[in-house]
């Protein structure tokens, strides 16, 4: 009886850090997804002097030159590259798919990207938004 007792304390304990940390797991993910999409905006300045306006233009001149990156979503483990289906990264809205990147263009030499966390909202970090932005 005693060692139920121990084991039952001791799953409640460590359930809610295991699931802690799962979810810390997958937010990382996100924002390595977060990462691998400002690589690709780089790039596409790079090529075309500004940013794209949206992420269809983002694929699309990424399939071209061949910088089109795979991407999985840490909260359904979907994945595919950029464009059809969309499936990490998505032009911004609030509040948008769990696991998803989301770009909002902000002109032609600014972007920021966001990361949804499991419910959809802003990821967070410190108690404010983590974004990735050039400016």
């Given at each position: 009886?005693?060692?139920?007792?121990?084991?039952?304390?001791?799953?409640?304990?460590?359930?809610?850090?295991f699931?802690?940390r799962?979810?810390?797991?997958?937010?990382?993910?996100?924002?390595?997804?977060m990462?691998?999409?400002?690589?690709?905006?780089e790039?596409y300045?790079?090529d075309?002097?500004e940013?794209?306006?949206?992420?269809?233009?983002?694929?699309?001149?990424?399939?071209?030159?061949?910088y089109?990156?795979?991407?999985?979503n840490?909260?359904?483990?979907?994945?595919?590259?950029?464009?059809?289906?969309q499936?990490?990264?998505?032009?911004?809205?609030?509040?948008?798919?769990?696991?998803?990147?989301?770009?909002?263009?902000?002109?032609?030499?600014?972007?920021?990207?966001?990361?949804?966390?499991?419910?959809?909202?802003?990821?967070?970090?410190?108690?404010?938004?983590?974004k990735?932005?050039?400016?």
């Open positions: 009886m005693t060692a139920i007792v121990i084991l039952t304390v001791l799953v409640m304990v460590g359930v809610p850090n699931i802690g799962v979810n810390k797991a997958k937010e990382a993910q996100l924002m390595s997804n990462r691998m999409l400002v690589v690709m905006l790039t300045r790079a075309w002097m940013f794209p306006q949206n992420l269809a233009d983002l694929s699309a001149a990424a399939d071209a030159k061949g089109n990156k795979e991407g999985v840490p909260f359904n483990s979907a994945k595919g590259k950029l464009g059809s289906p499936v990490w990264a998505i032009d911004f809205v609030n509040p948008g798919p769990a696991g998803y990147a989301g770009y909002e263009y902000v002109g032609p030499t600014q972007y920021r990207v966001y990361g949804y966390d499991k419910d959809g909202l802003p990821l967070k970090r410190d108690g404010q938004i983590f990735l932005t050039n400016g």
